[in-house]
């Protein structure tokens, strides 16, 4: 899908607009066909980097039709809105084409008004009826003083305040909109500046005061509320300056009213139309708007701006702004004031179902797109003259397109011979419609299409039909903790949430980069840091170093020339960016904690730890690169003060890289390697053993490869056999203590180490006639009933033993 992204923190200049995965809607969430957004200063301040909170793609708001609601909670196409509930900040935001919100601040919307409209009203209304209502109590005829009044919360709450009789002083500092206020209802009217408290006359207090200028007239707005009364600070217009030992912030209810306003605003008794409308090909404009706090009004961002002229009138809106439609070309949006006009041409490629990509260029103004232009740019452009033939090996292959590639199910020149799909006999659809992909290390169950199942397993009915069921806990785990390496993905999250329907409490290790790495794997933008220091706070620009820029690459080709062919692309940067950041760690000496700048935690975590929850247990998210072995034994120390008990330790975590040659290989990846897969094992084992009680269980993740090898893994079928020793051996020496010790050794499971190993082209494993049983790879889902098993006393005889789960890849 399309979104306007903030690949870094600065002005509007840093908007882009990109390709990125559509979301995946859960149960309790609906997914929202985005088609108009207001904008609102919180935005702006995400922008520049100055709030804790804020996700890539941003938007706290947006209006839209129900594209898919899993949970049945609004139906599909029906005309809602979306406000707040981590939109933007949490999770990705309304400036996407889609966007996934939870279902209880979603509401249904039945009104005749325009997009634009209904888009000014969600965010700038719910806040503003939370602020006098929910937070400020107000009361018919009680005198209420909003300061920043001509800001768009100033305006709903004037209209509401009106509305429900109180006696109302509005502050501006614009004389020239006092008759505006006046007109909306305002009883009077003051310039707004500092000092207001030594302007009015002394006695003279309210009983309710709005701040939404913020920090700098807080103390005096404490000071003109009368004793008894109440003073809500909901606004920084005036900036973000501290004021020196007090915390302004007050936290408010999600905007659960909304359903009350649209009624007036098509009624007419509010004026709710937007002060400006922009495409959202404009975004950079409508920000540099926002940010000079000259719009008088809500700024509303459309995603139909063809239809502007049939709504309201695009001479009122959009000024200096028209589009047109030709025959042979798509729609062009024509700026004159900046003397260009924007075309995007349709690329098709073989052996795709739908158009592929839209090439946009930035051209002369003209007022039409003929056919012939189009065959002229195609014949001048060298990307499009061979698109269509070999659509992998040039340049116009860019971070959203690659994306695009990714969620497609049919490639031409690189896609994977998967054999005849109709062999395959399961009821893991997905499995039929496997693409051809690569992530970066360490991968992302997020990023995998199609996406795959980790509490849903194959059956069979009498009449030999395969079938999914919901996996189903009888209490074989009541009462027991575990902790998990390499929890928040593959078989490692699908080990977890079974547990956690078993009855136990579960701990997640998971690498600090994946967290880290959650935008960039997504975006293609770098993560900053959050460094702090006391109170003091380093903004991203100093904590990090910039490095020379890199060229911008083929994202597709992975590698370069000068590239070692057994290398894999660093996670961190990512390859196609073209100014990598790299991070200045703080001296050993300096007490500083480094946690991620970006609030976008690893998604995948995020979705262990709420499915966790969602079965009543608890959840501890752990990012910790367990390679750095001192980080073991925090893992064990943060599980017990959290939980203060360990019966389970699953040793999960692992990783591979491929590379066919040992002649090739690099010795660098051969030790990261041994350190990931068996070295941490030692550790993590070492500190969890003083904690482990008689009846506990330790269970490692080995390999079919461990017993019969794999020419291409040498070294990570080399630590698969060390796992089987040491597990062996560790079995033999806690036995006498009652601590049972056992490994999983699976064959090929659909994971995202699988594209993050290896290139789209190398997935043998997962071909149909590879495996002897169900001709398939497995499901992480699949795996988790024996690792309960071994977790549970239904184990209790066995120790030192392997389980094989390899479709009889190999037997013995």
């Known amino acids: 899908m399309e979104a306007v992204v903030i690949p870094k923190f600065g002005g509007p200049e840093v908007l882009e607009i990109r390709q990125v995965p559509k979301p995946v809607p859960a149960n309790g969430e609906v997914l929202i066909r985005v088609k108009a957004f207001g904008l609102n200063h919180a935005e702006s301040h995400m922008r520049k980097g100055e709030w804790d909170e804020w996700n890539p793609i941003s938007g706290i708001e947006c209006a839209g039709i129900v594209e898919a609601c899993p949970g049945g909670e609004f139906?599909?196409?029906?005309?809602?809105?979306?406000?707040?509930?981590?939109?933007?900040?949490?999770?990705?935001?309304?400036?996407?084409?889609?966007?996934?919100?939870?279902?209880?601040?979603?509401?249904?919307?039945?009104?005749?008004?325009?997009?634009?409209?209904?888009?000014?009203?969600?965010?700038?209304?719910?806040?503003?009826?939370?602020?006098?209502?929910?937070?400020?109590?107000?009361?018919?005829?009680?005198?209420?003083?909003?300061?920043?009044?001509?800001?768009?919360?100033?305006?709903a709450a004037l209209h509401l305040a009106v509305d429900a009789g109180a006696k109302i002083t509005a502050t501006t500092r614009r004389q020239?909109?006092?008759?505006?206020?006046?007109?909306?209802?305002?009883?009077?009217?003051?310039?707004?500046?500092?000092?207001?408290?030594?302007?009015?006359?002394?006695?003279?207090?309210?009983?309710?005061?709005?701040?939404?200028?913020?920090?700098?007239?807080?103390?005096?707005s404490i000071d003109i509320t009368r004793v008894g009364g109440r003073m809500l600070q909901a606004g920084w217009l005036g900036g973000l300056a501290p004021v020196e030992d007090f915390n302004p912030m007050l936290q408010m209810k999600p905007g659960v009213h909304f359903s009350l306003f649209h009624s007036k605003v098509l009624a007419g008794a509010w004026?709710?139309?937007?002060?400006?409308?922009?495409?959202?090909?404009?975004?950079?404009?409508?920000?540099?708007?926002?940010?000079?706090?000259?719009?008088?009004?809500?700024?509303?961002?459309?995603?139909?701006?063809?239809?502007?002229?049939?709504?309201?009138?695009?001479?009122?809106?959009?000024?200096?702004?028209?589009?047109?439609?030709?025959?042979?070309?798509?729609a062009v949006g024509s700026d004159s004031r900046f003397g260009y006009c924007l075309l995007q041409v349709r690329v098709l490629y073989e052996g795709m179902s739908r158009e592929s990509l839209y090439i946009k260029y930035r051209l002369p103004?003209?007022?039409?797109?003929?056919?012939?232009?189009?065959?002229?740019?195609?014949?001048?452009?060298?990307?499009?003259?061979?698109?269509?033939?070999?659509?992998?090996?040039?340049?116009?292959?860019?971070p959203p397109l690659r994306l695009?590639?990714?969620?497609?199910?049919?490639?031409?020149?690189?896609?994977?011979?998967?054999?005849?799909?109709?062999?395959?006999?399961?009821?893991?659809?997905?499995?039929?419609?496997?693409?051809?992909?690569?992530?970066?290390?360490?991968?992302?169950?997020?990023?995998?299409?199609?996406?795959?199942?980790?509490?849903?397993?194959?059956?069979?009915?009498?009449?030999?039909?395969?079938?999914?069921?919901?996996?189903?806990?009888?209490?074989?785990?009541?009462?027991?903790?575990?902790?998990?390496?390499?929890?928040d993905s593959g078989i490692g999250r699908a080990v977890a949430e079974q547990f956690a329907r078993e009855g136990a409490d579960v701990s997640i290790v998971y690498l600090e980069q994946e967290q880290?790495?959650?935008?960039?794997?997504?975006?293609?933008?770098?993560?900053?840091?959050?460094?702090?220091?006391?109170?003091r706070r380093v903004r991203p620009s100093q904590a990090y170093q910039a490095v020379e820029p890199a060229l911008l690459v083929d994202p597709l080709a992975r590698r370069s020339e000068k590239t070692p062919p057994c290398s894999h692309p660093s996670p961190s940067p990512t390859p196609y960016l073209s100014t990598p950041l790299v991070r200045t760690p703080p001296s050993r000496d300096d007490k500083t904690d480094s946690t991620p700048f970006s609030p976008l935690t690893c998604r995948s975590a995020d979705n262990t730890k709420a499915s966790i929850e969602k079965s009543g247990r608890q959840c501890l998210q752990l990012p910790l690169n367990?390679?750095?072995?001192?980080?073991?034994?925090?893992?064990?120390?943060?599980?017990?003060?959290?939980?203060?008990?360990?019966?389970?330790?699953?040793?999960?975590?692992?990783?591979?890289?491929?590379?066919?040659?040992?002649?090739?290989?690099?010795?660098?990846?051969?030790?990261?390697?041994?350190?990931?897969?068996?070295?941490?094992?030692?550790?993590?084992?070492?500190?969890?053993?003083?904690?482990?009680?008689?009846?506990?269980?330790?269970?490692?993740?080995a390999s079919v490869v461990a017993f019969k090898g794999s020419q291409a893994m040498v070294?990570?079928?080399?630590?698969?056999?060390?796992?089987?020793?040491?597990?062996?051996?560790?079995?033999?020496?806690?036995?006498?203590?009652?601590?049972?010790?056992?490994?999983?050794?699976?064959?090929?499971?659909?994971?995202?180490?699988?594209?993050?190993?290896?290139?789209?082209?190398?997935?043998?494993?997962?071909?149909?006639?590879?495996?002897p049983l169900h001709g398939r790879a497995n499901m992480p889902a699949e795996m988790g009933p024996a690792y309960v098993f071994l977790a549970s006393h239904d184990s209790n005889a066995m120790t030192g033993q392997m389980m094989h789960l390899n479709n009889g890849q190999w037997i013995g």
């Open 75 to 155: 139906a599909v196409g029906r005309t809602v809105v979306g406000v707040m509930g981590g939109m933007g900040r949490s999770r990705s935001g309304g400036y996407g084409e889609f966007v996934s919100v939870p279902a209880t601040n979603v509401v249904t919307v039945k009104t005749g008004l325009a997009w634009q409209q209904l888009a000014a009203i969600p965010e700038v209304y719910a806040t503003a009826f939370s602020c006098l209502f929910t937070i400020l109590d107000l009361q018919r005829g009680e005198s209420l003083l909003i300061r920043g009044a001509t800001s768009t919360v100033g305006q």
């Open 176 to 220: 020239a909109r006092f008759d505006l206020l006046r007109e909306m209802g305002a009883a009077e009217v003051i310039t707004e500046r500092g000092g207001l408290a030594n302007e009015l006359p002394k006695d003279r207090v309210f009983d309710k005061v709005l701040n939404l200028v913020g920090n700098r007239v807080l103390l005096e």
């Open 271 to 330: 004026d709710a139309k937007p002060a400006f409308v922009f495409d959202v090909k404009d975004i950079r404009k409508a920000h540099e708007l926002l940010d000079s706090g000259d719009a008088g009004g809500k700024i509303v961002v459309v995603r139909e701006p063809r239809s502007f002229s049939n709504i309201v009138g695009s001479e009122t809106l959009v000024p200096h702004m028209h589009y047109q439609i030709s025959p042979g070309s798509e």
């Open 365 to 398: 103004c003209m007022k039409t797109c003929s056919p012939l232009f189009t065959r002229g740019l195609k014949a001048a452009d060298p990307r499009l003259q061979k698109a269509k033939a070999q659509p992998f090996e040039h340049q116009v292959l860019s």
């Open 404 to 487: 695009l590639h990714r969620s497609q199910k049919t490639f031409s020149s690189s896609a994977v011979k998967m054999g005849d799909k109709s062999e395959i006999l399961t009821a893991y659809e997905a499995l039929k419609n496997i693409s051809a992909q690569e992530q970066n290390l360490p991968g992302k169950d997020t990023a995998m299409d199609p996406l795959a199942e980790f509490t849903k397993l194959e059956a069979w009915d009498q009449d030999g039909k395969p079938y999914l069921s919901e996996y189903k806990g009888s209490d074989k785990l009541k009462g027991k903790v575990a902790l998990i390496t390499g929890g």
């Open 516 to 535: 880290e790495e959650c935008v960039e794997n997504i975006l293609g933008v770098t993560v900053g840091v959050r460094v702090r220091k006391g109170d």
């Open 626 to 701: 367990l390679e750095d072995t001192s980080n073991t034994q925090k893992a064990i120390e943060k599980h017990m003060s959290k939980f203060g008990r360990l019966d389970i330790l699953v040793n999960n975590a692992s990783k591979q890289i491929m590379c066919k040659n040992l002649e090739d290989i690099d010795i660098a990846n051969v030790e990261s390697t041994f350190q990931s897969n068996i070295i941490q094992m030692f550790a993590l084992t070492k500190h969890a053993l003083p904690h482990l009680k008689p009846g506990a269980s330790i269970i490692n993740s």
């Open 715 to 771: 070294d990570y079928s080399a630590t698969k056999g060390a796992i089987v020793t040491f597990t062996r051996s560790l079995a033999m020496q806690l036995a006498p203590k009652h601590i049972r010790v056992n490994a999983v050794c699976p064959g090929p499971v659909y994971t995202p180490l699988q594209p993050a190993s290896r290139p789209a082209d190398n997935m043998d494993d997962w071909s149909v006639g590879a495996l």
